[in-house]
């Protein structure tokens, strides 16, 4: 069974790049989630993919957007950097968006840390 | 407003004691209250989940308590050893049955040796 895997987990942007953050959910998972980490505070959620559509949002701007592709891969992408969005974004997968007879365990990737100077 | 909140102070306790860590929510109606680990640098690992109608729950030294009325969960570890150190956060299903888990702020346990 192959884990939640993340990439690139550092990178370093400057203010008003974008950036897009890559997702492989764990196998037999179809419903992938994301969520922002700064310093000292606990994950916020971004959104999350099901079936390749957004499937509820938190509260990020428009500039925060994201894909899931038919292999239920999933990709986040931030337009326009700004400083506060440097944090450690983390991705979650899921056996579906609802909990019903599963356990209910979200499975959560390393990270990927991104820098905004 | 919506709110979870954890002690954000560093909990230090000295190594074979109990350690509790407090979970308190309002305007919540979660059906899962989940608690994670999450060590420096590295993504949550799920530790235990609790349902709005089990009042404890329990996996070798850590016990999970769920007070649906006081809005709360109790996380116990016993016999705390320095390997326990680490940030516990707790979730909780933002939109009830589902996977859109909301975190806290988590807190930082250190075990002293």
């Known amino acids: 069974e192959t884990g939640v895997t993340q990439s690139p987990t550092h990178l370093i942007k400057t203010r008003g790049q974008q950036v897009t953050l890559r997702c492989s959910s764990q196998?037999?998972?179809?419903?992938v989630s994301w969520y922002q980490q700064a310093l000292g505070q606990g994950p916020q959620f971004i959104f999350q993919y099901y079936r390749e559509e957004e499937n509820g949002r938190g509260n990020f701007p428009p500039r925060f957007s994201g894909l899931q592709f038919p292999n239920y891969s999933s990709e986040l992408n931030v337009n326009a950097l700004e400083l506060d969005d440097s944090a450690l974004y983390l991705c979650?997968?899921?056996?579906?968006?609802?909990?019903?007879?599963?356990?209910?365990?979200?499975?959560f990737g390393e990270g990927s840390r991104l820098t905004v100077l | 407003s919506q709110k979870i909140e954890q002690n954000s102070e560093a909990l230090n306790i000295q190594e074979g004691k109990t350690a509790t860590l407090t979970c308190n929510y309002t305007n919540y109606s979660p059906a899962y209250l989940q608690w994670y680990r999450q060590d420096p640098g590295r993504g949550p690992v799920f530790l235990l989940l609790?349902?709005?109608?089990?009042k404890e729950k329990r996996k070798e030294r850590l016990k999970v308590t769920f007070d649906t009325t006081l809005k709360q969960s109790l996380f116990h570890i016993t016999a705390s050893q320095p390997a326990d150190s680490a940030t516990y956060l707790c979730a909780l299903d933002g939109t009830s049955g589902t996977y859109k888990y909301i975190f806290g702020t988590g807190t930082r346990l250190k075990v002293l040796a």
């Open positions: 609790i349902r709005e109608n089990e």
């Open positions: 196998s037999g998972h179809n419903t």
């Open positions: 979650a997968s899921s056996p579906g968006p609802r909990t019903g007879g599963n356990t209910g365990e979200l499975f």
